[in-house]
């Protein structure tokens, strides 16, 4: 029984990926919002330009032609986690707001999308997404994406090729290239 929830536990694992594109992938650099682990997205008192929406909102900046950065996340992910307080630092440097679309709930028992949700927005943002181990097109997080005119310009899911956030924190070598990817995009916001 022991090994049968071990087996069960480590299939519903964070999955992850890190790139600017999709590609099928089953390397630990972002959270599958479909998955149990928990660790994301912590509150703080900091004064943010971070704005919760919901999906039906994320879907409108694509059905409604609208130009913003959305950066998808919850706050169990552990890749969320050491991703948003430099997404935050460099927003504000920049002068951007972030649209906040929270995917689960705290406890990741809820997902904050249906399947009709999923299908409206996968067209737009497929090319950010990726296969999970059974080949099917799901979203990880953290996602962040700039969408000018209802269409994806650039993005980034996960954090880094070589972070494993289950397994260790960021270095700051790491932190600074992570910021980097994130000024470039918020370049491109502008």
């Keep these: 029984m022991k090994k049968f929830l071990l087996i069960l536990l480590s299939l519903t694992l964070c999955a992850c990926q890190t790139q600017t594109k999709s590609t099928t992938s089953t390397s630990k650099k972002a959270c599958d919002v479909t ?36 950066y998808f996340g919850f706050s169990s992910c552990p890749w969320c986690k050491e991703a948003k307080p430099i997404l935050k630092k460099v927003a504000k440097e920049n002068g951007i707001d972030i649209q906040y679309v929270k995917v689960r709930d705290e406890e990741k028992k809820v997902v904050f999308y249906t399947d009709e949700q999923k299908a409206i927005i996968e067209p ?33 899911e996960g954090t880094l090729e070589s972070h494993d956030a289950t397994e260790r924190k960021m270095t700051n070598d790491e932190k600074e290239q992570l910021t980097k990817i994130y000024t470039k995009l918020m370049s491109e916001a502008n």
């Design 124 to 156: 737009y943002i497929q090319d950010y997404m990726s296969n999970n181990d059974e080949g099917i097109l799901t979203l990880y997080v953290p996602l962040v994406l700039v969408v000018k005119d209802g269409k994806v310009i650039d993005g980034h």
């Design 35 to 70: 998955s149990e682990e928990k660790t994301c997205n912590t509150k703080d008192d900091t004064k943010t330009n971070f704005n919760e929406i919901s999906f039906d909102e994320a879907i409108q900046y694509f059905t409604q032609e609208k130009s913003g950065v959305l």
